[in-house]
């Protein structure tokens, strides 16, 4: 019988990287009591500063918020698919429903690291430093 030394410690609990919205505004929008001319057949472009809980520290991701007609109006006269990534669809626009989606996706995600976090927020909106390289 093999017998294992026994030690004292413990395994490290690694602990998660959260993330929260910091601020976030519409790139078409002037501010945030203004609305698209229909909000039930729009898209608005959207930025959020997204970073670790409790740190100063953020990076930029965009999105877009759609209505599915807003997405209709998109495809060409033969009706040919589009691919949509960074696309959040919603009935009708509203600051508020964009917030609470955005804050639910935010707060759902976590990792080892920052760059697992943003990593995992850029399967939904785009990174700011989503294709960087570090020039040798």
Do not use: H
Not at 26 to 32: E, K, M, N, R, T
Not at 47 to 61: C, K, R, S, Y
Not at 118 to 126: C, D, E, N, T, W
């Amino acid at each position: 019988v093999l017998r294992l030394p026994q030690t004292n410690s413990r395994p490290r609990k690694v602990r998660a990287v959260r993330a929260e919205v910091k601020r976030w505004w519409s790139i078409d929008l002037p501010d945030a009591q203004s609305l698209p001319d229909d909000p039930e057949d729009c898209c608005v472009g959207m930025q959020a500063d997204i970073g670790p809980v409790g740190e100063e520290g953020a990076d930029t991701f965009d999105f877009e918020v759609c209505t599915p007609s807003g997405i209709a109006r998109r495809l060409d006269s033969q009706g040919r698919p589009v691919w949509s990534r960074g696309t959040l669809i919603v009935g009708r626009f509203s600051w508020e429903t964009v917030e609470a989606a955005l804050n639910q996706y935010v707060r759902s995600v976590e990792g080892r690291d920052w760059s697992e976090v943003a990593s995992r927020l850029s399967r939904f909106m785009y990174w700011e430093f989503e294709d960087y390289r570090e020039q040798a």
